[in-house]
């Protein structure tokens, strides 16, 4: 895992949750894991395309659009 549970439920506190069920945090943390990843692996596939071992801002702005 890459974000911490602690982290996912401090993401939701700040979104405005007063009350967070173990399993919603799990399920955030799981979801918000995936999608970083996703990213990550799409910016990383750019920037082998362009021939660069660099990954650019550039790079993680296609990768989430």
Do not use: P
């Not at 974000?3 to 799981?30: C, M, N, P, V, W």
């Amino acid at each position: 895992m890459f974000i911490t549970e602690t982290t996912a439920r401090r993401i939701l506190r700040e979104a405005g949750a007063s009350r967070i069920s173990d399993e919603a945090a799990l399920e955030f943390q799981k979801f918000i894991n995936k999608s970083a990843y996703d990213v990550a692996n799409k910016a990383v596939q750019l920037a082998k395309h362009a021939k660069r071992k660099t990954i650019a801002q550039s790079d993680i702005k296609l990768a989430v659009h």
